[in-house]
T-cell receptor
């Protein structure tokens, strides 16, 4: 199956700093990427959807200036948490969907990034 | 609008017994249905999907699910549960023409040795 990687897997940062999380599709071209946030023992909350080469579409209540998403190529999307605060501590998961028939109907998920803001 | 209901918070089952995790959905048009499993501090792993064709879908690790259009259900099943099946299970649906998945709240499965 298709593989999605995320980097870093864990990050600890001080309050006020910015953190960048990378999401890569390793063996397929991801025309659409999704960023989710997950709180302990809860479901995934969709933050934004991005199509390659266009601006991300943010879900209601998600601050686009705080969570910057870039989808510059068909294999890479980045999420930057700007001026992070402790309440931004969470598990962030990216997901990708491709353009080929086998990949179109399915989203492939990255392993997640655990962000802890001190 | 599309939505998924996973009515139980936790499913407890003895090792070797059948495991069922329930899922019902609501969507406009034909549904694309998915089951994912998540282990602690890990991303979601794909188990199986229903797009079209046979209502009984077989997936990874011995899991299967049956699409029931009249009951709008897509219950996940495994004939004989293993302790290693203990994890968080998510059902998801995407309507034809919709760009995003709707997830259920998840079910914690606990397989008791």
């Amino acid at each position: 199956g298709a593989v999605v990687s995320q980097h870093p897997s864990r990050v600890i940062c001080k309050s006020g700093t910015s953190v960048k999380i990378e999401c890569r599709s390793l063996d397929f071209q991801a025309t659409t990427m999704f960023w989710y946030r997950q709180f302990p023992k809860q479901s995934l909350m969709l933050m934004a959807t991005s199509n390659e080469g266009s601006k991300a579409t943010y879900e209601q209540g998600v601050e686009k200036d705080k969570f910057l998403i870039n989808h510059a190529s068909l294999t890479l999307s980045t999420l930057t948490v700007t001026s992070a605060h402790p309440e931004d501590s969470s598990f962030y998961i990216c997901s990708a969907r491709g353009r080929t028939s086998s990949a179109y109907n399915e989203q492939f998920f990255g392993p997640g990034t655990r962000l802890t803001v001190l | 609008a599309q939505s998924v209901a996973q009515p139980e918070d936790q499913v407890n089952v003895a090792e070797g017994n059948p495991l069922t995790v329930k899922c019902t959905y609501s969507v406009s048009g034909n549904p694309y249905l998915f089951w994912y499993v998540q282990y602690p501090n890990r991303g979601l792993q794909f188990l199986l999907k229903y797009i079209t064709g046979d209502n009984l879908v077989k997936g990874s690790y011995g899991f299967e699910a049956e699409f029931n259009k009249s009951q709008t259900s897509f219950h996940l099943k495994k004939p004989s549960a293993l302790v290693s099946d203990s994890a968080l299970y998510f059902c998801a649906v995407r309507g034809n023409g919709n760009n995003r998945l709707a997830f259920g709240k998840g079910n914690q499965v606990v397989v008791i040795p």
